[in-house]
Each structure stands twice: as structure tokens, then as C-alpha cells.
């Protein structure tokens, strides 16, 4: 169980090290769009990022279905996460600022809300594993070191091997073949760690709590007010600035 639920956190340090380190460097280098736009689409991609992470956490804690309120979100997101991360790295040749930018916002929208679909509802499992302190020391430990080899391990593949220079480019990181190959190598690795870590936690589900029936009709308004209820906690509000 710590195996697999660490392993899926290779997916979101996967996704992670790709825009952290490379995709500013590809769209507005190799592929030649205006950097200023690429920082734009990225931006646009975070703010919509920021706005999906509630919304997809609040409907994951009040989702009841035969395999519980997590997993249905994990194994949705793994094959829309892998596709929209492969074509974030083969975009089309020949195509304007404009047209290049919104198939860069469009795509870099998807992708973080597909990962969003899988980390918050799999990070959330964790208090549900085990309500021992030790034990969910563990389970996060893995969960970072996962993370962090996914990411890096992809980080020296690129510098390595993939963007080495060659006869056709003296710089290597301008081969756009190197980016297109590691798009489909950490499009896979994101399915199968998602896939494992779902997998691999699915007999837990029987385990889990079920959310507490409502007795009043779901709307937007009690949606953002409970959000905004859990956002405004002393505890959370201390972490947050502690974080930033």
C-alpha cells in the first residue's frame, strides 16, 4: 500500500518537472512562439488551476459510488493526464502566435485539470489509510520521494540523453525530436503510476468513510461558502503562509 500510493505521486512530479523546467524553454525557443505569450498561457493554465482544485476536492468528499469517493476521479484522470501531456509536446508546425497560443492554453488548461482529477482526491486518501501519525509520516514520505524521482529522473533523461548535442544541432536542447520523445516517455510513466497507485489502493476502498448524508439540496452558493469555510481555518491559513 505504501508502495503504490507513493508510486503515484510519480505523475504529479512528472507534470511538475515539464512545466517547471522545459515547457517556457520549448514553446517559446523551439517551437518559436512569443515567450511573453507562453508565460501568458501558462499563467492563464495556473489561475484555472487554482479554481479547479477546491471544485474537484469538494465533489470528490461528497462522491459516493461501489468503489468510494476516490478512486472513480483517480481512474478517470490517467488516460486524458497521459494524451493532453503527450500533446503538450507535439504541437502543430506552420501555425500563427495566435493559433499556437491557444493550442498551448488549451492544452496546458487540460493537463493540469486531468492531474488535478488524480492528486487531490489520491492525497486525499491518506487520512483514510491509516489515522496513525507515524504511519502517515510514511506514507507521505513516499509520497514526496516518489514525486521528486519521477520529476528528476525525467530531468537527467532530457539533459542526458535527449537534448545531448548532435551533428544536426550543435545545441541539443533545440532538438525538438528530444521533446517530442520525452512527451510520450513521461506520458507513460504518468498513466502507469497512476493506473498502479489506483490499482494498488483499490482494496482499501471497503476501509474508507463514506461522506455524510446532506440534508439540505447541493448548490453553488453552499459549495464556495464550505470551501471558503475550509480555506479561512486557522490551521490551513499557518501552512499556507508557511508554504508561500
Known amino acids: 500500500t505504501r508502495l503504490s500510493f507513493g508510486f503515484g505521486a510519480v505523475a504529479f512530479g512528472v507534470k511538475d518537472s515539464g512545466f ?3 515547457l517556457l524553454l520549448f514553446y517559446g525557443t523551439v517551437v518559436g512562439l512569443e515567450p511573453g505569450l507562453v508565460g501568458l498561457a ?26 468510494g469517493r476516490r478512486h472513480p476521479f483517480i481512474y478517470a484522470s490517467a488516460i486524458p493526464c497521459a494524451v493532453s501531456f503527450w500533446f503538450l509536446w507535439n504541437p502543430p508546425d506552420g501555425w500563427s502566435d495566435t493559433a499556437l497560443f491557444a493550442y498551448l492554453l488549451i492544452v496546458a488548461v487540460t493537463i493540469r485539470t486531468a492531474i488535478t482529477f488524480y492528486q487531490t482526491p489520491s ?17 507521505e514520505a513516499y509520497r514526496v520521494f516518489f514525486g ?6 525525467l530531468a537527467l533523461l532530457m539533459f542526458g540523453v535527449l537534448l545531448v548535442p548532435t551533428e544536426q544541432y550543435s545545441d ?12 510520450f516517455i513521461a506520458s507513460i510513466m ?8 489506483g490499482a494498488g489502493t483499490h482494496n482499501r476502498i471497503a476501509t474508507f468513510r463514506d461522506p455524510p448524508r ?8 453552499e459549495i464556495f461558502r464550505e470551501i471558503y469555510e475550509t480555506l479561512a481555518d486557522k490551521s490551513f491559513v499557518a501552512i499556507f503562509w508557511a508554504a508561500l
Do not use: H
Open 148 to 153: 521528486w524521482l519521477g520529476g528528476a529522473s
Open 190 to 197: 504518468m498513466f502507469a503510476a497512476i493506473v498502479v497507485s
Open 214 to 221: 446532506r440534508e439540505t439540496r447541493l448548490t453553488i452558493r
Open 42 to 67: 501558462i499563467f492563464v493554465a495556473l489561475v484555472f488551476d487554482a479554481l479547479s482544485d477546491p471544485l474537484v476536492g469538494y465533489w470528490s468528499d461528497n462522491f459516493r459510488s461501489k468503489w
Open 20 to 22: 517547471n523546467y522545459f
Open 123 to 139: 492525497s486525499a486518501m491518506m487520512p483514510e489509510l491509516t489515522s496513525d501519525y507515524g504511519e502517515r509520516t510514511k506514507l
Open 172 to 183: 541539443g536542447m533545440l532538438n525538438r525530436e528530444g521533446y517530442s520523445t520525452y512527451g
